[in-house]
């Protein structure tokens, strides 16, 4: 899957910036955005933040604690924008060169 459109960055939960996360930016949606969040199965830490359009189109995502997303296999099949979010998290990792976020 091409990644073109994607561009990414380390970053902090918002909340507590002890713990990592990675933000995603979709770059070809664009427009006034509203903050949102992806509700997740599990009993995990991590969550997804976005910020939609009034379309409903995301087009940001800060997956938090991404280390903890990776290993929970309740989430193995979340998709946004028709990217697997582990994938976009193992891209991450490979293209801001992260061995593992702690």
């Not at 910020?51 to 995301?58: A, C, F, R, S, V």
């Not at 940001?60 to 028709?82: M, T």
């Not at 891209?91 to 593992?100: D, F, K, M, T």
């Amino acid at each position: 899957m091409e990644f073109e459109n994607v561009d990414f960055k380390a970053t902090t939960y918002f909340m507590d910036e002890t713990v990592p996360a990675i933000g995603v930016d979709f770059l070809d949606v664009s427009g006034k955005t509203f903050f949102g969040e992806i509700e997740l199965p599990g009993d995990g830490v991590s969550m997804i933040y976005t910020d939609l359009t009034k379309e409903g189109e995301i087009s940001y995502i800060e997956i938090v604690d991404p280390s903890d997303f990776l290993s929970d296999p309740a989430l193995d099949n979340i998709e946004i924008n028709g990217y697997n979010v582990k994938e976009l998290i193992r891209v991450a990792y490979r293209r801001l060169n992260i061995e593992q976020l702690i």
